[in-house]
Structure formats: C-alpha cells, structure tokens
C-alpha cells in the first residue's frame, strides 16, 4: 500500500504527542518591555523543530531564498490539537539575566530579560503522508531518532516527542461536527447559537519569501459545530481534524 496517498476517503499520516514543561513562540510585535509568547505552537515553528530533527540548515547558514530546513519541508501538511482545556495553556512570566557582554550597552554589559512562557504545553501533532519528505520525517520520529534536539520555541524550552505512531484517518462529511484541531478561520463556518467557548488568535503559517518573516492567519478552537466547510476535513475515529 502506498502510504503517500489516499485510497477512497482514506488518508495516512503520523501522530505524535508533543510537549515540555515550558515553551516560548516569540511574538516580534512587542519587545520593549517583555517578550510575549503566542498561545499554542504554530506550523512554522514546528517546521522548525522538524528541519532539526532531520539535520537540515536553519538561519545560521547562507540562505538563497528560504532556509533549508523550509524550503524541504514548506509543503508539508500538518495538523495540531491542543491537549488543553478550550485550547489555552497557562502563561507565566520568567525574568532573567542575560550577562552574555555584548547583550546590552548598560554598565557591565547585563541585560535583563522578561519572557512570557506557556506551562505544561501539550499537543497532538498530525502529519499528512504526502510526499517523500513527510515520510522521511514520519520514518524518523517514529523510530525516535533525530540529528539535532528538538526544542519548544527556543533551546531553553526541550521538547518531548511521545506515543508516535502511523494513522489512518477518514474523511468525513464535515456538517455539523466539532473540530477538535485549530483550523483556519476562513476555512470553516461554525453555528454561532451553539458557541460555548471559542478561542482564535492570528498565528504564523508561512514565511515571506523576500523577508523571511512570518505571514500571520487568523486560526479559531470552537466546541461550535460547522455549519459549511471549504476545506476537507478528517476523523480518527476520535478527533476531527483539518490539515494546512
């Protein structure tokens, strides 16, 4: 069986659990007093943890037009569901030196440094078999080997990569059920009269190919069921789920 493709209404991917005890997904916006986080991982960055996983080039490195570990692993499809109640994590604000010399102008070169942190963050991270780079990293993850250390955000924050193993979801018809992934907002429409909670937040998805910085989306976690689709949406005989 080709684990590239879909057969019928089937799709295969890998699963995994992913968490730490700490993570931190930098917000560029605001930097003059602390350093914010985004509330949950984001494509981008898992791409990220992904490229150290399979030992490919990041900034560090001579960059054409994206850095390595993207431009082999941009197309991707991957889905995630938080392990969190409504879709928040906990936040707390670290506070630390950064005595490294040269990282401020101050008087004997100490910087201080604020860090907003996500707690105990947790998540079921899908990834879609689609080409040879996805099972290449599915290969790999599965086998519990990497080249580099994945981390959560920043190599403060180690990551724990658990319970992995290879999926086959089916896609469904989307009417009327919840979405336990975060979705793309414009990719789904949910019955507002039946909305408990509902947590959205605009997230990284891709980088800008002149800049290298990330293009922002609006993502939404609703327990509201979908009134109309236009993106395909998949079951695992637990969760539903939409890839991006």
Do not use: R
Not at 97 to 109: L, M, P
Not at 123 to 142: G, R, T
Request: aromatic content about 16%.
């Amino acid at each position: 069986v080709c684990t590239f493709c879909c057969f019928w209404a089937f799709l295969y991917t890998a699963e995994f659990i992913l968490s730490g005890k700490t993570a931190f997904f930098k917000v560029p916006m605001v930097n003059s007093v602390c350093y914010f986080t985004y509330g949950n991982i984001h494509k981008p960055a898992l791409l990220g943890m992904f490229g150290a996983i399979l030992g490919y080039k990041g900034y560090g490195y001579e960059i054409t037009n994206f850095p390595e570990y993207y431009e082999k692993l941009k197309d991707v499809k991957i889905s995630i569901v938080p392990n969190s109640e409504n879709g928040y994590f906990n936040k707390k604000f670290q506070q630390f030196n950064n005595s490294v010399g040269y990282a401020s102008q101050e008087q004997g070169g100490n910087l201080i440094v604020k860090e907003q942190w996500l707690e105990d963050p947790s998540w079921m991270i899908y990834i879609m078999l689609n080409n040879d780079e996805s099972q290449k990293l599915a290969d790999m993850i599965i086998h519990s080997q990497c080249v580099y250390i994945p981390y959560l955000g920043k190599n403060d924050h180690p990551a724990t990569i658990e319970k992995a193993e290879y999926v086959e979801v089916k896609n469904v018809d989307a009417e009327n059920l919840t979405i336990q992934s975060l979705s793309l907002s414009e990719a789904l429409d949910f019955d507002q009269d039946e909305m408990d909670f509902k947590y959205e937040e605009y997230l990284p998805l891709t980088l800008n190919l002149e800049t290298n910085h990330h293009e922002l989306k609006k993502f939404i976690l609703t327990n509201a069921p979908v009134e109309e689709a236009f993106t395909e949406i998949y079951e695992d005989g637990e969760k539903h789920i939409t890839f991006y």
